[in-house]
């Protein structure tokens, strides 16, 4: 079946820049089409067929897909379980297709930000425990979360097995009393991922995590317009931001 697509779409699909900036590159005459400068950055053209380069190097078409979802409490950040719904059963069939699978974990009850894609070597990028990719989440923890808890998560806790956190910044949003007990909003940046870590580092100081969100990975920031269980095709921005994160980090 051949395919036909944009040549714009094509080349930002592919994380060679914006729509925009592609269309410039276009008129400086950077992109070429069986070896003919492209006039038109609405081009149609066959990737399958076509041999398209960028500033002299051919682009390998990969179909490509990147979803940002709002991860619902009870799935779990797996693409088949045998008993356990999981996100990719949150899917559209359609979306599917191209087999995209979660970029790291976030536990059954946690909520919020969880990249799902095809491309093995971004996700790759990602997770690595030595590009320290910043995650941020905010919780509902049960106790007086205060300024001692800022400068020991500052310092770095240490967990039930030993391991030793990084530096973590912590930032107290609100406290409020119910019923006898102290609750606090929080919001905690880390930059690694162990199992259960943001629990676990509450549980270092002595308070229990009752509710927790992701609200950023890297560069890119959960839509607070997609409702918890919905999802959506990353922007073309969202893509080039987290490959310039790639690089600058690499
Ligand atoms: N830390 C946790 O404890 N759980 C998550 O799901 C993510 C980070």
Redesign the pocket.
């Known amino acids: 079946m051949s395919k036909r697509i944009r040549i714009d779409k094509l080349l930002a699909h592919m994380g060679l820049g914006t729509r925009s900036e592609i269309k410039k590159a276009v008129k400086q005459g950077k992109v070429t089409v069986d070896g003919k400068p492209v006039k038109d950055s609405g081009l149609i053209v066959d990737p399958d067929q076509a041999q398209v380069a960028y500033d002299g190097e051919i682009v390998v078409y990969r179909d490509v897909v990147y979803l940002m979802l709002n991860k619902p409490q009870g799935v779990i950040s797996a693409t088949e379980d045998g008993r356990e719904r999981t996100v990719i059963d949150l899917l559209e069939p359609e979306d599917r297709l191209l087999e995209p699978f979660p970029v790291g ?3 059954k009850d ?1 909520v919020g930000l969880l990249l799902l894609t095809n491309d093995g070597q971004l996700a790759h990028e990602l997770l690595s425990p030595r590009k320290h990719v910043a995650k941020t ?1 905010e919780a509902l923890v049960q106790g007086d979360v205060g300024e001692t808890d800022v400068q020991a998560f500052a310092a770095g806790v240490t967990l039930d097995d030993g391991y030793a956190a990084m530096p973590a910044e912590l930032h107290i949003v609100n406290r409020e009393q119910k019923e006898g007990m102290v609750y606090s909003s929080i919001s905690l940046t880390i930059m690694e ?1 162990k199992f ?5 580092m509450f549980e270092a100081v002595g308070k229990k ?1 009752i509710a ?1 969100k ?1 609200v950023s990975m890297g560069p890119l920031r959960l839509d607070e317009t997609l409702a918890e269980g919905a999802y959506r095709e990353l922007t073309e921005e969202e893509v080039a931001l987290l490959r310039g994160h790639r690089q600058t980090n690499g």
Request: proline share 0%; hydrophobic share 30%; glycine share 8%.
């Open positions: 974990r976030l536990d946690t989440y991922g259960h870590q943001v629990k676990r995590v927790l992701r």
